[in-house]
């Protein structure tokens, strides 16, 4: 037989009656094939149509219910129309009414946002951070807009440093914004800094004078044409304004000294840049008109000024009492000299930090920074970088007895100079029990006698460890045996600099930041001491 005709035969086996069954008819075979017995189903056969039809009966199982629906499927279309039309549809439930949502912007109640904000803006400014979160929703437009936050404001015009033209454009252009800006925002305002400000400076300042009566720090830098009424308006319009800085800026000389004169009662802090102009302004000071000044800082602009500063160190004392922290930096500066009255002066009964440093050598002595500090008993910081002539024995001689910041270091001029090779343990163990950073970087002392000086921090009085915990001793002689027993004595040493330290080995001349590196460098200076000796 042929193979197609064998698949022929097989599928007509397949769909006929078994053998067993010719007692029964072909219609009860199908009946029991399509639809099992009780179901409740009627056959109609015709020639091209087998319908089942669902007939009254008991409850159905759960296999009959769905053997059911499946021949519910099989019916036609134009069948199961009628039934579908039959059953009514159950209406759709009627949907709330939805209004906007307002975002979960608008549910952070209005404190907890100011308090964000407030986070956010002690990091990280009020600019831009205020203005683009105004724009978020109206509860954060609400929060930015709020004069709390708008406490401490910068102010520099976008273009500086571009052509005239240009810059003076983009000022009139941020000017009027100030003028809506600061009657709602600022009127809280406290520290104001105006950067790269070249011919607006006056309208800026009168409309800070009309609108931020809590200002009380004023910062000009590169800034020009500050006429003397533009500081005397707003000394006057600000009751509480007491510190200024006009470092790196054209104001003249007659503008300081009558703004000076307008607020110098409550003047607590100065900051200059040295001129030729500066002594009418030191000539104020000196006058007693500024007798609550705690912070005064003179330093020297971009291009250097090559004239000394002759500075009366006892008429300052007098006129400022009250001086905290004295800063000459970089500057070129002589005490004038006392003349016939050899009686000291009040001295700075109340000052904490003197820094006379400077990138060149300087001409101040142990006389002179002796009539700075001999009524200073409560000196912190002395930072004398650079100060060349001052000696270990007439720094010894000083009052203060709870220095915790010493800075002896000279950079990039000790080849030129004669230093002293002894003395430097006579600083340390004066200040070893309140020293915190120690600088001798370029200073030419001895092995042993640098030896000498860090073994004061193994032996602390009391038995407490040293509260080192920053050493410069870059360009020093220092030896292994000596850094490794600083570092041993100090467990809070978290800064050490050995760069060009000859007597070191290769591979550990440089700084160590973190108590990890510096441990880092004990253990190769432990492990190069045998070979060493």
């Known amino acids: 037989m042929a193979p197609g005709a064998a698949r022929r035969a097989r599928r007509r086996v397949r769909g006929a009656p078994p053998a067993g069954a010719r007692a029964r008819s072909a219609e009860d075979w199908w009946w029991d094939r399509l639809v099992p017995s009780g179901s409740g189903y009627h056959l109609l056969q015709s020639d091209s149509m087998l319908l089942l039809l669902p007939g009254p009966g008991p409850a159905r199982p759960r296999a009959q219910r769905r053997a059911a629906r499946r021949a519910q499927r099989l019916l036609p279309a ?12 159950a209406a759709p439930a009627p949907e709330p009414p939805r209004g906007p949502d307002p975002g979960w912007g608008d549910r952070i109640p209005l404190e907890i946002l100011l308090q964000i ?13 205020l203005g683009r979160a105004a724009r ?27 052509l005239a033209k240009s810059g003076a454009k983009a000022e009139k252009k ?42 009380t720090f004023l910062k000009l830098s590169d ?48 900051w200059l840049t040295y001129s030729s102009q500066t002594t009418a302004i030191l000539g104020a000071l000196l006058g007693s008109c500024c007798p609550r000044l705690q912070v005064l800082e003179v330093s020297t602009g971009i291009t250097r000024n090559s004239t000394p500063l002759q500075l009366p ?52 002595s142990d006389e002179a920074l002796g009539r700075l500090l001999h009524g200073s008993p409560s000196l912190r910081l002395l930072d004398l970088r650079g100060c060349a002539r001052i000696t270990p024995a007439g720094l010894c001689d000083l009052p203060c007895q709870e220095l915790q910041q010493l800075h002896l270091g000279l950079y990039g001029m000790s080849d030129r100079l004669t230093l002293a090779k002894e003395g430097s343990h006579l600083l340390t163990h004066k200040w070893r029990h309140s020293l ?42 220092v030896t292994p045996s000596t850094v490794s027993s600083v570092i041993s004595s100090c467990p809070g040493l978290l800064y050490l600099n050995l760069e060009s330290c000859r007597c070191l080995p290769r591979g550990l001349k440089r700084a160590y930041r973190g108590q990890e590196e510096v441990q880092w460098c004990l253990e ?7 070979s060493s000796g």
Do not use: Y
Not at 225 to 231: A, I, M, R
């Open 223 to 270: 800034c020009h044409g500050v006429t003397p009424d533009t500081l005397v308006m707003l000394a006057k319009a600000c009751s509480q304004l007491h510190s200024l800085d006009i470092q790196h800026s054209m104001v003249e000389s007659t503008a300081v000294v009558n703004f000076l004169e307008e607020a110098g009662p409550r003047m607590r802090k100065l």
């Open 136 to 162: 978020v929703c109206r509860r954060w437009h609400e929060a930015a807009s709020q004069p709390a936050l708008w406490h401490t404001v910068t102010l520099s015009p976008p273009l500086a440093g571009r």
């Open 117 to 129: 904000f407030g986070l956010l803006v002690a990091a990280e400014g009020p600019m831009p951070f």
């Open 436 to 477: 915190r950073e120690l600088d001798l970087s370029g200073q030419g002392f001895s092995e042993k006698d640098l030896e000498q000086a860090l073994a004061a921090f193994s032996a602390t009085p009391g038995g407490s460890p040293p509260a080192l915990c920053s050493v410069n001793l870059r360009g020093t002689r």
């Open 78 to 89: 134009a069948a199961r129309a009628p039934a579908a039309k039959a059953r009514p549809r």
């Open 174 to 215: 941020l000017l009027a914004s100030l003028e809506w800006l600061m009657p709602s925002r600022f009127s809280q305002l406290q520290r104001l800094t105006l950067i790269h400000w070249k011919s607006q400076v006056h309208p800026v300042l009168k409309l800070v004078s009309e609108c931020c009566p809590r200002l």
């Open 313 to 364: 160190v006892e008429a300052l004392q007098k006129g400022c009492p009250q001086l905290q922290v004295l800063r000459l930096l970089n500057l070129m500066w002589l005490p004038k000299p006392a003349g016939r009255v050899t009686a000291p002066g009040p001295g700075f009964p109340s000052l904490e930090e003197l820094c006379l440093a400077g990138s060149t050598c300087n001409f101040v």
């Open 524 to 530: 190769q200076l432990l492990t190069s001491l045998p």
